[in-house]
Structures are given as C-alpha cells and as structure tokens.
DNA sequence: TGTATTTTGCCAGTGACTGGCAGATTGGCC
DNA sequence: GGCCAATCTGCCAGTCACTGGCAAAATACA
C-alpha cells in the first residue's frame, strides 16, 4: 500500500486494527477524490481498487457498496450523532437536546472531516445514486433516533406521534441547515468549516418554533 | 402473453397503445406476487420476465429497474399527487389544500389500487432496498412539491424556509397517515380501503398543528 | 395491400457484488 | 527468536442487474 502513516493517532490500537483503519480510510480518501475527478458513474470499483491497491474481495470486507465509500464522511455523522444520542438522558425539550447531541457529534468527529464532507455532499448533489443513497440512510438514521427516545422516554410512538414529529423538525433542521451552510461555501473556500456548520444547523434548529409560529395562515387548519 | 383482456377501459386508445399499457399492468402485478411470495431479492429479474413473457430488454423498456417495478403502485400515487398540485391554484393556507391533493389524488385511481398499494407498502417493509428506493422516490417527490409551490408562491426557498417545512409536515403527514392505515389493515381484510386511507391521511393532516401545539414543552425552545 | 414507424427479441458485453479456498500476516505464548 | 492459532487478503469463478446495437415482427396508415 502506498500510504504514508498519518501521524499521531491512537497508539493504543495494536497494529493490525490501525493497519485496517489506515486502509479504510485510504479507500475513502480515494474514492472521493476519483469520483469528484471523473465523476462516479464513469469510475468503476476496479479503478478504485487498483489505485489504492487493493482487492476488490477486500474492499467489500471495508464496504459494503459503492455508494457507501463515496458517503462514509456521512456515515461518520450519523454513526456520531445516533451516538449521542443513545448516551442522551432526557429531561426536559427534546429539540435542543437534538440540537446539541448534533453539535458534539460534528465536534468529536476529525479535523479535516467538515472538508470532505462537503466534497461529499457536493458529489452527491450531482450524483442521482448518491442522493438515494443518502435519502436511505437518512431514514435510517430517523428510525434510529425515534427509536431510542422512544425507549428512554417510554412513549409508544403507536399512539404518540409527537416525538417522530420532532424527530422529523430534527432531520429538516439538519438537513436545512447543512444545505445553508454549502450554499455559504460554495463560492469561497473557507476555513474553520465544522464551527460554521453548527451554526447553521443550530440556526435551523432555533429557527424552528418561529418558523412555524410565524406562519398561522400557511400552517392552520382552516384559515 | 398468456393475458386475458382487461375489460372495457378506455376504447379510445389505439391498439398499440391499450397493449403497452396492459403489459406494463401485467409486469407490476406479476411483479408484485412473485416478489411476495418468493421474496425480492430472490426472485430474478429473467423469472419474471419468463412468467410474463417478455424479454429482459422489453422490461427495461416499461421500469428502469427491478425496484421500480415492485413499488410501482407508489409509482402511480405519486405521480397522481405529483399532478394534482401542479394544477393548485392557492389562495389561503397550504397545508390543507395539499391534504385534499392528496385525497383526489387517491381517488382518482383505479379501483384496485388500495390493495395492490397495501401490498407493496408491505413488501417493502421487510425489503432494505424497497426501503432505499421509497426513500429515494419520497425524497423526489418532496423536491418536485416544494419546487411547484415556490413557483406558484413566488416564494425564495432560500430566504424562507416555512414553505420547506410545510412540505415536510404534508409528507409526514402522509407517512403517519399510511402508517396507520397498514396498521388497521394489518388484522382484518378489510374493503373500502380507498376512504380508509384517505381518512387516516387526513387525519394526520388535521392532527399536524395541534400536535405541535399540545406539546410545548417538548417543541419549545428553552423550557 | 404496401410502406413507414414503432416495438420487440436476441446477442454480447459491462460492472457491482458474493462464496470459497489457499496463502500471507499478525498476535499471543513459550 | 520460534511456533501455533486466529485473522486478513487475494484470486477465481460465478450470479445478476442493466445496456447498446441491430434485425425481425407488429402495428398504423394510406
């Protein structure tokens, strides 16, 4: 593998588990890059395979689709965040609890992740496979987070429509504010990336109750 | 083909044109028992089109792919909600007007849909990649609404995200609504499916503002 | 009945993805 | 350092969804 080391990182891990990290990481580096340049249709596995130098036996013991390469900075998120929120103990709103178990999510993840993850959503804003992808998993990701409030709240969503509902505000919020936030992007190249993006989101996240309050005439049932 | 003829619809049509649409009807229906019966992922794209009797290129002639096919009832009501709101005329709030889109959408389909639609919706329950693509369909047809109700509205979705949301209150609202509606059809066959679910749609519609409002202390956004 | 247009079937191919098995690499133990 | 067990990797052969091209069949229309 032509991979130099990355550095500092978990020296912890025995060497076999950050031999399988760099690896998987490599993949995803790659990937990206290659589908950005030459776009992801037109890029096949074999090429992917071959530049990183690895079998494609092997990169499905990494992955398990084609698409899921090109999303994993996505992936990172919502691994993150289901995370956060399954350590959550609730008591009080949910919604800014979302909005902060979001906001550490994006803080705990690596530094340079806020830069290929809007690589990542800019190749699949592009790419019709990529944004079905990204439509599944991101429904995933819902019933995930439902279901766990569910638990710890004790709420039998059967009856109870409200915490989905909010589920659904929480999702609408992340993905308005990620789309504010790559469209602040899009014509310059800025830095501290991660911090902008929770902004954004927390922004949407606020702007919520308003939002909705502000429109009686659009949101009441009968004028 | 081994198809009886359909009976009297549409005597307007040419011959060619009443035969594309009978095989296309007889690939989804053929489509949809064997995939409930043998499972989706285990039945072969060359079984159906053996059953049916047609070529695997005639198939990709009719569905783009062996999801579509198998959500092709979804395919129908979207499509006929899809139209409905492209010939909406607003004046006055949105959300209860895209709840009767969605009832005459319903209504304007043929008479055996409820039930081949309940029989999709199951199949894809307890298949990942009929997860993946209603998903993916759902997204879509969430941009195609917001898209025609800024046009309509002249409304910039990028400065004001309440027409957004609404559209995710109306799609959720669908979501619940059929949730529901599998849910009082899962134990008893029951007919009059139509108005069953176009009841239990609407009765998420009705519910969306007062679930938002009875819970405060949930939804608010500081306690 | 003849002709133009559309639809269909066949063929051969690409590319994503999988199971099985042999060989290499690594971790733990002496 | 050397050895065994566990794990990881690569190769092979195969399945299946999906596609372009071209010739044959079916249909519309005169």
Redesign the pocket.
Do not use: C, G, Q, W
């Given at each position: 593998?032509t991979v130099e080391p990355l550095g500092n990182e978990e020296p912890a891990l025995?060497?076999?588990?950050?031999?399988?990290l760099r690896?998987r990481r490599v993949l995803a580096d790659t990937a990206l890059r290659m589908f950005l340049e030459r776009g992801f249709?037109e890029?096949?596995?074999?090429?992917?395979?071959n530049t990183v130098?690895?079998?494609?036996?092997?990169?499905?013991?990494?992955?398990?689709?084609?698409?899921?390469v090109a999303m994993a900075a996505e992936g990172e998120l919502w691994e993150a965040y289901a995370a956060e929120v399954a350590r959550l103990r609730i008591s009080g709103p949910v919604l800014p609890r979302l909005r902060d178990c979001y906001a550490h999510a994006v803080r705990g993840l690596s530094e340079d992740w806020a830069e290929r993850y809007l690589a990542t959503r800019r190749l699949a804003a592009r790419t019709p496979a990529l944004r079905v992808h990204h439509a599944g998993t991101t429904q995933d990701l819902h019933e995930r987070l439902v279901g766990m409030l569910e638990d710890e709240l004790g709420i039998d969503g059967r009856e109870d429509v409200r915490l989905r509902l909010i589920g659904e505000m929480a999702l609408a919020s992340v993905r308005y504010g990620t789309k504010n936030w790559m469209r602040t992007r899009e014509h310059r190249g800025g830095s501290d990336d991660t911090e902008t993006l929770i902004t954004e989101v927390g922004r949407a996240f606020d702007a919520l109750p308003s939002a909705l309050a502000l429109s009686p005439d659009t949101l009441a049932r009968s004028g």
């Open positions: 593998m025995p060497l076999r588990e950050r031999k399988k690896t249709d890029t096949t596995l074999e090429d992917l395979v130098e690895v079998s494609v036996r092997t990169f499905f013991r990494y992955y398990s689709s084609k698409e899921e």
